[in-house]
């Protein structure tokens, strides 16, 4: 479950336009969204409130293993549509397998004048969360230089007595500040970071293949003349999948330490180029048959990845097999070593199916060419199941209580006898922007 400051955040990001999947870190989004969920530890329970559109505050307890807390504040320069815990999009909440829209040129703001004066200003968003007892600091800032160039600097103040048992007695600075420059065009998206704690610089690059995206001022008939015209044009393979591929790669290096890594990866994503909803792709008509709703191939992604300092070798196939099952395996292999992990994971939703109440059983009856509309099945929870040969099981459950979002998860290892539970945990999530 994405906690409330990233829920901001993604809203952040939409209100302003900035494609945060158009990034070589988050390659393998979709696969890690059914590989590597996080498993709540403990009792934790966190109250949000967003008493204005510009400014929101959390607060966050857990209970078990230990007492922790803490308070944080952020702030944004635009209007937010932030959505309470009770009639938030359940999907905008956790992370999920998803076939992402398109990468598409960031559009430029719109400029505002008055008295014939540009007033329009530049967007940020502006974070900090205080933890308690241990006084750690956390603080983000983020803001749009340019249309395609966006600029973030985060910060983590640690005292030294809040370090770990066994980190104490070394002279480890716990605190640092990063600094990240995006530059994303649509066609590609290069990515620049530096960090203080260990002087480390690094760059990271991804480039689409094929078209970009239409903008959000092109009509909607164009658009979708468009959208039929790239995918005959991209049909490579008679009767194969048709899709688009990214290419990246990083590269880092430490002064500090004097040390480098590069990585490099692949990703191939089925057409069309967004599970629904999204607006490239238009809403389904629910008198249709499901037949007659069904994409014309599965939506799939494919990623590979290489490091070749470390011999690391990592390919992933995630692949929505129905409409409510998502299924996703990866294999893990080491050159120098020869060690190696494959992984399966599964993700099935939930829904609720609809009722009509009884004022709907009195509608005249209809002829025969017409039914009657029935709203959408709501979606009420997901199951996410994931294991490896390293005889790691995790099980977890996402839903809504009423006006609450609980998350209850276990972690266990089948090779302990000893110690057959790693972690076991209950996550309560309550927001409201009323």
Wanted: aromatic share 10%; proline share 7%.
């Amino acid at each position: 479950m994405h906690p409330f400051a990233s829920y901001v955040l993604r809203t952040y990001y939409k209100a302003t336009g900035w494609n945060e999947d158009n990034l070589y870190a988050n390659l393998t989004r979709s696969s890690s969204a059914l590989l590597d969920f996080t498993v709540p530890h403990g009792l934790h329970f966190s109250v949000s409130k967003s008493p204005n559109a510009l400014f929101k505050t959390t607060y966050a307890m857990t209970a078990l293993p230990s007492l922790q807390g803490s308070v944080g504040y952020i702030f944004t320069s635009c209007d937010l549509n932030v959505k309470s815990s009770g009639n938030v999009r359940f999907k905008d909440m956790i992370e999920h397998f998803k076939v992402y829209d398109q990468p598409r040129r960031p559009e430029a703001k719109e400029e505002e004048w008055l008295a014939g004066e540009k007033v329009s200003t530049r967007d940020y968003l502006l974070y900090g969360r205080y933890f308690l007892p241990s006084g750690r600091l956390d603080a983000l800032y983020s803001t749009r230089l340019t249309p395609t160039v966006q600029a973030s600097i985060a910060a983590i103040s640690d005292p030294p007595g809040s370090a770990l048992p066994e980190m104490r007695g070394r002279k480890v600075d716990l605190s640092n500040i990063m600094v990240n420059v995006q530059h994303d065009v649509g066609k590609w998206c290069t990515e620049y970071t530096w960090s203080a704690e260990d002087e480390m610089w690094g760059v990271r690059f991804l480039h689409n293949f094929g078209r970009l995206g239409p903008s959000s001022d092109v009509p909607e008939d164009v658009a979708a003349r468009r959208r039929m015209k790239r995918v005959d044009e991209e049909d490579a393979v008679e009767g194969g999948l048709k899709g688009r591929l990214s290419v990246g790669a990083e590269l880092y290096f430490s002064a500090k330490e004097r040390s480098a890594g590069v990585s490099t990866g692949i990703r191939f994503t089925t057409l069309p180029d967004a599970t629904p909803p999204s607006f490239q792709v238009p809403p389904t008509d629910n008198n249709q048959p499901p037949s007659s709703r069904s994409p014309p191939q599965p939506p799939t992604t494919i990623t590979a990845l290489f490091n070749p300092m470390l011999g690391h070798l990592s390919g992933a196939y995630t692949a929505r097999v129905s409409r409510d099952l998502a299924l996703s395996s990866r294999f893990d292999f080491n050159v120098y070593s020869f060690e190696s992990e494959w992984a399966m994971g599964v993700e099935w939703w939930l829904r609720r199916p609809p009722s009509l109440d009884s004022e709907s059983q009195d509608i005249p009856s209809l002829p025969q060419n017409q039914s009657v509309q029935l709203p959408p099945e709501e979606v009420r929870g997901v199951i996410k199941a994931r294991a490896s040969t390293n005889n790691d099981v995790s099980l977890m459950w996402e839903g809504r209580l009423r006006n609450m979002l609980v998350s209850l998860g276990v972690v266990s290892d089948l090779g302990s006898r000893s110690k057959p539970i790693k972690a076991l945990g209950l996550e309560v999530a309550f927001f409201s922007s009323e």
